[in-house]
């Protein structure tokens, strides 16, 4: 049960995170005996340069891409099926472009990427994958002519670059890039959008019954960040409100107020909007504000 919810995690997360830089597909069917595939990207012509923010992904995100991601450590059997898929979409791609009449290039061609928490070196070894210099550890490709890497989330180095892949790993790895994301500054991009998907999957794994270890140790994790988020929106709710009744006062008060003057007011921290409060009964005009704006920046 928990593998499906932690399934449509990876597929929302992977689908936010690439939206903005191509077509996304996720659980596309290929073949007539229906094989679903976990994300089919296909970037756009002109690739954004803001791209590299994804780190690793975003390298992946380059070219076309199958992205396969695994809860549980991806089996000989499911490493099989993953590139069963690229070959039957590589097959598809061929026999449109005869229809076309127009040749298949090489870079139109899908790359997979099979993303596994973790995988022994045996399970490694018995596809022959090898490590290329110009990638970093934990990237295991199999012969070029398959055009497809095993991701070990595991053996990524703990950095920034792959930070939003780790986030697709397990227990301990998982909870460490929980830790580096919310450490990250509030408008980081993708930073809030991913707590809200990770949020999402909490709530879903504690309506369930049977939790696995580290479904229960990922719950324990976001507890006290999911409260204090949760607390930060209220204050928030609760600043732009005050915020809201100001400006209103003020509109009565000495009449509009300009655009420059209203991002200042919004600027206001709760303590200095209070005392706002109470200044407004003197005001007469929007000098007077203006005024008092300029006293608190002194």
Known sequence: MTRFIHDKFAKDY?????????????????????????????????????????????????????????????????????????????????REAKTNKTKLQNSEIPKLWILTPTVSETRLSSFGTMQQASWLSGVHFLPDALRTAIVAIHQLPQTPETLWLRLLGRGSVQSQAIIELQALPLDYPYQKATLELVYNLRENLRVNQELE???RELIMRLEPLYQRDREQAKEEGRQEGRQDLILRLLNRRIGEIDASLIGQIKGLSIEQLKNLGEALLDFSSVADLETWLNQQSI
């Not at 690739?47 to 549980?72: D, H, M, V």
């Open 14 to 94: 992977l689908e936010e995170l690439l939206k903005n830089y191509g077509e996304v597909k996720a659980s596309e069917k290929v073949s007539g005996k229906i094989k679903e595939i976990d994300v089919l990207f296909t970037p756009t012509k002109q690739q954004s340069s803001n791209i590299e923010i994804l780190g690793l992904l975003g390298r992946f995100a380059e070219y076309p891409a199958l992205i396969e991601p695994f809860r549980n450590p991806a089996s000989t059997d499911e490493i099989c099926d993953c590139i069963l898929k690229l070959l039957e979409v590589k097959a598809l791609l061929r």
């Open 213 to 215: 270890a580290d479904d």
